[in-house]
Each structure stands twice: as structure tokens, then as C-alpha cells.
């Protein structure tokens, strides 16, 4: 093993790329699983969801991933506050959350993955945009465009999100949700209909995390399942609920699973987060910034 | 449920389980059950055409799988998404053991049956004295990363895979396939025996305490570390001891094979189409749906039977709760009124 620092360099900063749309990926399992206890394992179903519908405007119209991505979020979240209406009306409104509610976003899950299989088959989807190919250099440094727009991309759905959970009335509502239904019902807010909302967002997170994935690498459906260790390894590293523990624990397991793919082979990389999320578990359950 | 189960509850406390009444009942179940086994056997023999014994042995792994499922996920309420991680381990087992020295396939089930059963015990340690969802979690990951572990691990074929060639006769039965029927009919018989076991005894009272509500039930005095540490064990080894036999059965294994994700989604739908409640359930709904999808893979295509488990799994999770069980349960309580 050569350890040279350009490689390290390299390393941290192609770890630091990838945390950052891992961000992306799992911001709206925050929202779900941490905020609204919602879990949602059909989160990266999604997510490919997200990425075919990108494909296929941008390889039949030529538009840019991002933006499609952007028009497609009211779509997404009418998806999402559907979602949630079903769920509440058949699981969540009879305590019956825990095995049913699983089993039917797992189905979901299932469903979405092997529908994508019969209408699109297993080959290999991908984009075409100008910023994926070219990389910037600054010295020893690389940052390839690929990787860089998502990243910033990500960050600025953070930012969004974030002041939108802090300043907005509905925003403190949907973390009032978290913390006491009863005082948001006397606040007259209903929190069905502030969960609603919340799980609408979280759902419509999935069209640019989608979006991001296809840019990065091309996708087939079951790419998706990769990402559920991943995705909740995060959630619960970072702490549940909190977004900017979202952000940092996105990107040290950026950087783990960078250091992993360079020093000891890409095909250990998947192992990482779910080492990640034992240790956790087992030490820190309450994350890094939980509260 | 939390009405219905609550007579169980009391049970509990009173130490009075149910077979302490009727301790002949088990024995007549078991006796039962191995009678069924043997018309089962003989009935498909009589046909004399080996892919009954094929397609057969198919539907009998999924009702090994999913009654171990339901004795996890139907008696505590906790979901386990890993199914096919277990089922792997135990075919994995087979097939390192089987490189490094040749054993009988009965002994090949319990080493199976324990690397299984320790990987229950250990995710569960680890996860489940926090909250219900972070151990499925876990087990949806530990599936991923045990098939990168099998990947990178070449002696066990890495990701080409690893063939096994399989005797084509055995002393006892004839053809081979008939062999590993009989097995898995074995095994069958042993797992719906622990399941209904485990269901009308102190276990199964505590079982049934930890899924209504687990606080009440750890305020009572119910030690549910350790009876969901019992659960896990044992539905890990059942899984196990299913996929055990399976590369005799398929000849060569790749990882994506003993991983797949049908596995998964199959114990658990069967259990849930069928009723989680008891023993019954998921046979009913591994036959019924395991025998589906034979018909399914050979008539349209294995895709669309996929399909149709994940929608029928959704429709029953929204519409019908408490499974087939459920649904004639309701009927005849109908008539009684």
C-alpha cells in the first residue's frame, strides 16, 4: 500500500463529494424516520423513481437532470402526501405501525423496484450533461464537476430546508410533531395534516436526490437497496432529526467509505455504513448531534 | 388485538400456560404432522414425476422460512427484513464445509442451524434493546453486507459462485431430489412443531406480551431482552436449516442467488397473507403462495410473479390485517352471533 499524500488528498476530497450527496439521499429520511418516526424503507424506491423519470426527460428532451428534478418536486410531494394519507388511514390511526406499517413500505419498495424492471429491464440508465466529464484541478487537488455539482446542490437543499424548518410556521410545526401532537392540536394545528406536509417534502427530496444519483452513476432499479443501509446509517449516526447532524454524518461516511474504496478495494465500500451503523447502535444511539 | 391478547397476558402472571392442561395435546400435534408428512411424501411419489419433487421442495423451504419468520415477526411484532441473510448463511455454510470436508447433509442443517442461530443472537444483542424499527433496519443492512462479505470471500466462490455437485441417488430414497424433499419435509414438520410449541407455552404467553405493548409487558416482569433474544435465536437457526440443503438443491450457487431479494419479500408475505397470529398462517400462506408462484414462473414469467407477491403483500397489509386466518376468524365469529 502506497500512501502517498496526493492519494490521501484525493481521498478526503472525493469522500467529502460523496458525503454531500449522501446528504441528499438521506435529508428526507430525516424528515421521515427522524422527525416524523414515519419508517420509511421504501425511501430509496423513490429515490430510482426520482432518477428514471430524470432519465427519461432528459434523454428524450435534452433538459438538464437538475432541473427536471425541480419541476417534478410539486409531483413528488402530491406522491408523498398520498403516501402518507394511506398510511395513516390504514396503520398509523390503529397504533398498528410497527409490523404492518413495514411490511407495506417494504412491499412498496418491492413493488416500485421489479415494476422499473419489467418496463425498463436491468440495463444501465444514464445522462447526458455538460458538467459531467470535466474536473476542476487546483494543484494536487481534483474535483471532478460530476461529483462537485451534486454536492453543492445537495448543500443548497440543506440550506433551504433547513431555514424552512427553522423560520416558517409550518416548518417549527412539523418539528413540534416530533416533540408533543397534543400541544401542536391546541395550537390548532392538525398534526396529521403538518405530518402530511413533512412527508410530502421528505418524498419530494427524492426527485433531486434521484436527479443527483443518475449524475453520479448510471442506474439500474435495484441500485436502490444499497442505499437503505446506507441512507439509515446516516440517519441514525447523525442523530434522529436533526439535519445538520445529517449533513456531517453524510460526510464522514462519504470519507469512510472513500478511504475504504482506495485503500482496500471498491467492492468493500457497502460494508462500511452498515459497520458504521452497528457501532453506532451499539455505543451512541442517540447520534451525533441527537437529541 | 390488544382486547383479544390480553387473556394471554393474564395467563402470564398467573403461570398457568395452556399446555399445562392438555400436555397430550402437543404430543398428538406431532404425531399429526408426521402422518401428514408421510402422505405428503408418499402422494407425491405416487405421481412419479420428479419435478413435483422440485417445485415441492421449493414450497416447503418457503414454509420453513416463513413459519420462522413468524416466530420473530407474527409472536413479537418485530420485522425482520433479513430473511434471505440467514437463508444464505446456512446455504453458505454448506458450501464451505462441503470444500473443506465432505459431511451428511442432516449434519450440514445444524452447523447451519447454529452459524444462523448465532448471527439472530448477535444482531439481536446489539439492536434490539433500542426501538422495534432500528433492528429491522438492521437487518435489512446486514444482508447487504454479508453478501460483500461473501462477494470478497473467494474460497466460497467470491462473486463467481460455487458449484456443488450433487450425488444423483441416495441409499435411502432413490433419487437425490426425493432425498432432499424428505429433508426438508423434516424440517417442515420440525418448524411447525417449535412454532405451535413456543405458541401455547410461557414463551409464547411472553411473546404475545412483548407485541401487545413491551413496556407493560417489561413492568409485569416480563424479561423481554431475553425472550426476544429466544426469537431471534430461534427463528435465525430455522432459516438456517432451510438453506442448508439448498446448493445440493440448485447445484451451483452464486451470491445474488442465496441473497435474492425474493426470499425476503416471500417470508414475509406469506405470513402476513396467511395471518401472523399462529402456526397456521404462514403454512397457509406458504403453500398458497409458494404454489402460486410455481405456477406463476412457469406459465408467465418470474418477474410478474414478483410483482404479484409485492402487490398482493401490499393489499393484504391494507385491506385484510390479520391475514387469511383473520378473514375466516371473522366469518365464523359472524355466525356465532
Redesign the interface.
Known amino acids: 500500500m502506497d500512501l502517498s499524500f496526493d492519494l490521501l488528498v484525493n481521498a478526503v476530497i472525493a469522500g467529502v463529494l460523496l458525503g454531500g450527496f449522501y446528504a441528499a439521499v438521506t435529508i428526507g429520511v430525516s424528515i421521515s ?1 427522524g422527525i416524523l418516526d414515519i ?1 420509511n ?1 421504501a425511501h430509496p424506491a423513490f429515490i430510482i423513481l426520482g432518477s428514471y423519470i430524470a432519465y427519461i426527460l432528459n434523454s428524450s428532451f435534452g433538459i438538464d437532470p437538475i432541473i427536471i428534478s425541480i419541476i417534478m418536486l410539486p409531483a413528488f410531494y402530491l406522491l408523498g402526501a398520498g403516501v402518507y394519507q ?1 398510511y395513516y388511514q ?1 396503520f398509523e390511526r390503529y397504533g ?1 405501525e ?3 406499517g ?3 413500505f ?3 419498495l ?2 416500485t ?3 422499473l ?2 418496463v425498463f429491464g436491468v440495463d444501465y440508465r444514464y445522462v447526458e450533461a455538460s458538467y459531467i466529464g470535466p474536473s476542476w484541478h487546483f494543484g494536487v487537488m481534483d474535483f471532478p464537476l460530476r461529483m462537485l455539482v451534486p454536492c453543492l446542490t445537495a448543500l443548497a437543499m440543506f440550506g433551504v430546508l433547513q431555514l424552512f424548518l427553522s423560520r416558517t410556521f409550518i416548518g417549527r410545526a412539523i418539528t413540534a410533531v416530533a416533540q408533543d401532537q397534543l400541544a401542536l392540536r391546541l395550537m390548532a394545528a392538525s398534526p396529521m395534516r403538518i405530518k402530511r406536509i413533512a412527508f410530502g417534502i421528505s418524498i419530494a427530496t427524492t426527485a433531486v436526490a434521484g436527479a443527483l444519483l443518475i449524475i453520479i452513476q448510471p442506474v439500474e432499479p ?1 441500485v436502490g ?2 442505499y ?2 446506507r441512507v ?2 446516516i440517519c ?1 449516526l447523525g442523530g434522529l432529526g436533526s439535519l445538520p447532524g445529517t449533513v456531517i454524518a453524510a460526510m464522514l461516511l462519504g470519507v469512510i467509505e472513500s478511504f475504504t474504496s482506495t485503500f482496500y478495494g471498491p ?2 465500500a ?2 462500511v ?3 458504521v ?2 457501532l453506532t ?2 455505543f451512541r ?1 442517540s447520534g451525533l448531534l441527537g437529541r | 388485538m390488544l382486547i383479544r391478547s390480553s387473556p394471554r397476558l393474564r395467563q402470564e402472571t398467573n403461570r398457568e400456560p395452556r399446555t399445562g392442561r392438555n400436555p397430550l395435546s402437543q404430543y398428538l400435534f406431532v404425531l399429526i404432522v408426521i402422518a401428514c408428512a408421510v402422505v405428503v411424501f408418499f402422494g407425491a411419489r405416487a405421481i412419479g414425476n420428479d419435478y413435483v419433487f422440485f417445485a415441492g421442495y421449493t414450497v416447503l423451504q418457503y414454509v420453513v422460512l416463513a413459519t420462522a419468520w413468524n416466530i420473530l415477526g407474527g409472536y413479537t411484532g418485530y420485522v425482520n427484513f433479513g430473511s434471505a441473510a440467514f437463508f444464505a448463511m446456512g446455504a453458505y455454510a454448506t458450501v464451505f464445509f462441503h470444500k473443506l470436508f465432505p459431511l451428511p447433509i442432516p449434519v450440514l442443517i445444524v452447523i447451519g442451524a447454529i452459524v444462523s442461530g448465532l448471527v439472530g443472537f448477535g444482531m439481536g444483542y446489539l439492536t434490539l434493546r433500542l426501538r422495534g424499527a432500528f433492528f429491522a433496519i438492521a437487518t435489512l443492512a446486514l444482508a447487504v453486507v454479508l453478501q460483500t462479505f461473501v462477494v470478497n470471500w473467494d474460497y466460497v466462490g467470491g462473486s463467481r459462485g460455487a458449484y456443488i455437485i450433487r450425488p444423483s441417488e441416495n441409499v435411502l430414497t432413490g433419487p437425490y431430489i426425493q432425498y432432499l424433499f424428505l429433508l426438508m419435509l423434516a424440517l417442515v414438520v420440525l418448524g411447525l412443531v417449535c412454532a405451535r410449541g413456543i405458541e401455547r407455552s410461557q414463551l409464547g404467553c411472553g411473546f404475545a406480551a412483548i407485541r401487545d405493548d413491551e413496556l407493560a409487558a417489561e413492568a409485569c416482569g416480563v424479561p423481554t431482552l431475553r425472550l426476544k433474544l429466544i426469537a431471534t435465536t430461534v427463528s435465525g437457526a430455522l432459516m438456517g436449516m432451510a438453506g442448508a440443503p439448498f446448493p445440493y438443491y440448485i447445484g451451483y450457487l452464486q451470491p445474488s442467488s442465496a441473497f435474492g431479494l425474493e426470499y425476503a419479500v416471500n417470508s414475509i408475505a406469506m405470513p402476513m397473507i396467511g395471518g401472523t397470529t399462529s402456526w397456521v398462517g404462514p403454512l397457509i400462506g406458504a403453500i398458497l403462495l409458494g404454489s402460486l408462484q410455481q405456477i406463476a414462473t412457469v406459465t408467465i414469467s418470474s418477474a410478474v410473479n414478483l410483482l404479484i407477491v409485492g402487490l398482493l403483500l401490499v393489499g393484504f397489509v391494507i385491506i385484510a390485517p390479520n391475514g387469511i386466518v383473520g378473514l375466516v376468524q371473522d366469518r365464523l365469529r359472524g355466525k356465532d352471533k
Open positions: 424516520f419508517v424503507i394511506i390504514a398498528q410497527s409490523l404492518r413495514l411490511s407495506f417494504f412491499g412498496l418491492f413493488v423496484e421489479v415494476l424492471i419489467l435495484s437497496r444499497e437503505i443501509g439509515f446509517a441514525v467492492s468493500w457497502p460494508a455504513a452498515f459497520g451503523l452497528l447502535l451499539a444511539p
